[in-house]
Each structure stands twice: as C-alpha cells, then as structure tokens.
C-alpha cells in the first residue's frame, strides 16, 4: 500500500506505491550464477505539490536508481508510480516524450551533463526545439528570462561548459530543466561535485526557484545538512528499503529506527565545546545480491533480536508522526533503554 503522507487530501504531484527494480548480475565465468541486484526493494511515498522530499542514505542504498526509475530513465521490474493522477509506469517512448515537459532532473556532475560543442544558449533552448515552443525570437527571450532567473548573466550565452565555473555549469543544468516550467524536478546529488563555498549559493537557489516556480523536489542526497535546509520531509534508505519516513524537523530531532540515528550522529557539529555522541555501526553494508533476511539491517544493530532476522519490519506509523520500520521502535518488542 502506498503511503500518501500529506497533509492534505489533494492529489499528490507524485506517488509511488510498492516500486522495485531488480538488476541482473552478470557471472563471472559460465559456469557461475549470475544472482539479481536488488537495487531498490518495494518503495513507496508520495509528494505533494510544492513540496520537497529529501531522499538520503549511504551510497548504493538505492537513492539515484529511485530518482531514475520516477522519471522514466530505467523500467521498474515491479510498482506504480503515478504523476498527478496519471499511472506512468508502462508508457511508450512518445507517451514519455510529452511527460518530459513536467518532470526533470538535475544531474550530480554538470559537467557531464552539458554537451561540451554547445554553447549555454544552445543547451538551455534545446528542450524548447524538441518540443517545439515558440518561435527562434521567442526562445531566445526565454533564454534570457531564464539566465537572469538563475543568477546568470546574459553575456554567458555565448560561452561553452569548460569556460563557466562548476557553480555556473550547475546553475546552466537548473535553467535547462526550467526552461520547459516541470511540476517535478529530480536533484541527484546536486551540490556534491562543487565546492563548499558554492554549494550554499546552488542551494538557496533551488530554494528560491521553488517559491517563485511552485516547484515540487526529489532531493536525493547524502549530505545531511543541505537535506535539512531545503526539505520538508525526509525520507530515509537502507539497502533498496525506505526505513523511515516524516517530517524534517521530527526526524532529525528525534530519529527512531537505529540506522536514522547513526546517519544522524554523523552530522558535525559546528561547537567544538561540544563532544559529538557517535554511532559507529559494526562491519560493512550487506551485498544488494543476497540481503539478510527479516530486517536488513539487524546485522549492523546493537538492539537486534530474534526476531529481527526473522521477520521483515513494515513501515508504520509511530506515535510522533514519522513512519518507521522496525520492531523495536514501533512497539512490537520491548525497548531498550538507550534507543529513543
């Protein structure tokens, strides 16, 4: 069942029930078993309009594969996923093609993401030709209204991507998924590739840009901080699964499921008067090839019972607003004295 975790009863711009993509391995030699990747594992959550949901999670929990398969880039093997109302998953390429004006995506390298022997001008009115809005004049306007939207100056049309610096790249990526005014934009690791003193200006900007376009985010990330800034509620992974889902300030003030708060202790504090209260989680992430059974976490959990690699934990509500699978934090076993 889809968990619909908004606030209201209107139609989410995005909804996602139950997704799964499973990834065939390929064997090493032909006398070997090839296995199945499972990438991501039965995922479901909604956006609504306007609103930002930050995806989060250790790197191969699956965040980007989510993020691909909402936008059409990679077939789910199982799920729904629906866009204000409108069943995506299964649409042909030229149903794809129209969807395209509404959903975008922002890429974690700009670099990679800019055609190299095209200028800024080129690359921001392209998805106006594909489509075909408006006339060479009228591109032309709009790509100029949109460099001033994004901090640009206009002189930058004429430039190419390895003349701009990687806040100006990025911030070309962010104009060219505007320029066809998407309901929805998908942001990969958006600030990850540029420098610190850069990423707070990309971040106060999609901030801005949301407010002034009435845009609705998939933030997907692994920084912790800009998550907190920029989201409305957060939604965290752990090997293909969503383990815990709520609002931002409720999540990070008191976070439930123990791999929440491990990811939670990591966050540096800024006081150096005050002594971090780490968790450091024991051994590695178990292979997407062969996860454990019951809770796929319990191998790295210090409250971990019986029951635990028995039995698989559902995404429940708690009784402080976030949606938690665990059974230790959902009740379904006794507490121990140190989780919260």
């Not at 990591?266 to 968790?279: C, L, S, W, Y």
Request: aromatic fraction near 4%.
């Amino acid at each position: 069942m889809a968990l619909t975790l908004n606030r209201s009863e209107e139609e989410p711009v995005l909804a996602v029930e139950n997704l799964v993509r499973h990834f065939k391995k390929r064997r090493a030699h032909p006398f070997t078993k090839g296995g199945v990747i499972r990438a991501v594992d039965g995922v479901s959550f909604s956006i609504k309009k306007g609103e930002t949901l930050g995806l989060v999670g250790e790197s191969g929990c699956g965040k980007s594969t989510t993020g691909r398969l909402v936008l059409g880039i990679d077939e789910p093997t199982q799920g729904s996923i629906r866009f204000a109302g409108e069943r995506v998953t299964g649409m042909t390429p030229s149903e794809w093609r129209a969807m395209r004006r509404d959903m975008q995506m922002v890429f974690q390298d700009p670099l990679s993401a800019l055609d190299p022997r095209m200028t800024v001008e080129a690359q921001i009115g392209e998805p106006l030709k594909i489509h075909e809005i408006g006339t060479q004049d009228e591109r032309q306007k709009m790509v100029t209204e949109m460099l001033s939207a994004v901090g640009l100056p206009v002189i930058m049309k004429t430039r190419y991507p390895h003349e701009l610096s990687g806040g100006q790249q990025q911030r070309v990526v962010i104009a060219r998924a505007l320029i066809l005014k998407p309901r929805l934009i998908v942001c990969d690791e958006p600030v990850s590739a540029l420098d610190v003193s850069v990423q707070a200006q990309v971040v106060n900007l999609l901030a801005d840009l949301q407010k002034k376009f009435d845009l609705t985010y998939l933030f997907i990330s692994h920084d912790l901080k800009v998550v907190r800034h920029l989201s409305h509620r957060v939604a965290v992974m752990y090997l293909g699964e969503i383990v815990e889902l709520g609002e931002r300030d409720a999540l990070f003030d008191k976070p439930l499921h123990p791999y929440t708060q491990a990811l939670m202790s990591a966050v540096p504090v800024p006081d150096p008067d005050v002594k971090p209260n780490r968790i450091i989680l024991s051994g590695d992430p178990p292979s997407p090839v062969n996860p454990p059974s019951g809770c796929r976490f319990h191998t790295r959990c210090s409250y971990a019972q019986a029951i635990c690699a028995e039995q698989a934990p559902e995404l429940k509500p708690s009784g402080i607003g976030q949606y938690v699978a665990c059974h230790i934090a959902d009740g379904t076993i006794a507490q121990p004295e140190k989780i919260q």
